[in-house]
């Protein structure tokens, strides 16, 4: 697409769109005017998203990020469709099988995780990178989604939180490939926001002592509006890392 206006309509990638964190910020969005395309493995869920605005411009795209080609096939659809990209949410992602100890890890198990929370947001990144550092307007931003688990791991939760340290280095190696090409990249890191992977944190989960323990959650939508606040800021201005959690979660100190 040639040189567009500094009014266009901002245009957004939002992976794991189906459900959870990614629902709530690809919502958030739309309402707020941008144009999205919705990532997910299922297709009926990305078009459950979409009808929660309806009329608001967006296109599902059912996509494994985990597969190449299922990738190059996301990107290549947005640009047929909106001509240019302003911002990656590389959201999906998976926690595997919860509570299992670690010399029961099926090894299956890890290499799911492992492709999906890091490989997936590898292939996405890449393929905005392109994208972004081709068009013009030169330039865009990659928000990733890390967790709380990307300082403080869980027990029983290695690949998970393997993954989101590994996704802070993709982060930091983003920011710093990406500047000569307007590239902004910054991370979020999520402390029990509520969603269908949170419900057992109501009932009580797995503590450090080995304890179970009830923990606070907070709305996802609060969420959603910090991820649209750093989406929205000038490419000269990046948030490289915000930590939001519910207020009284065992997290800072000692819990």
Known sequence: MNA?????????VVTGAGSGIGRAVAVELLRTGWSVALAGRRTATLEETAALMPGA???????????PDDVAALFAAVRDRFGRLDLLFNNAGTFGPGGVPLEELPY????????????????????????????????????????I????????????????????????????????????????????????????MRTGTLQANGELAVEPVMDVADIART????????LEANVQFATVLATTMPYVGRG
């Open 57 to 67: 411009p967006s296109t599902a795209v059912r996509t494994d990020v985990a597969r």
């Open 227 to 234: 991820v649209r606040h750093m989406a929205e800021l000038p």
């Open 149 to 200: 688990s990307a300082h403080a791991p869980r027990p029983r939760s290695v690949a998970y939180t393997a993954t989101k340290h590994a996704l802070t280095g993709l982060t930091k190696s983003l920011s710093l490939d990406g500047r000569p090409y307007r590239i902004a990249c910054g991370q979020i890191d999520i402390g029990n926001a509520a969603t269908d992977m949170t419900v057992g």
């Open 4 to 12: 567009m206006n500094a009014q266009h309509t901002k245009i957004a």
């Open 108 to 147: 299956d198990a890890w290499r799911h995780v492992v492709d999906t929370n890091l490989n997936g947001a590898f292939l996405c990144a890449q393929a905005a990178y392109r994208q972004m550092k081709e068009q013009d307007p030169q330039g865009g931003r990659i928000i990733n989604n890390g967790s």
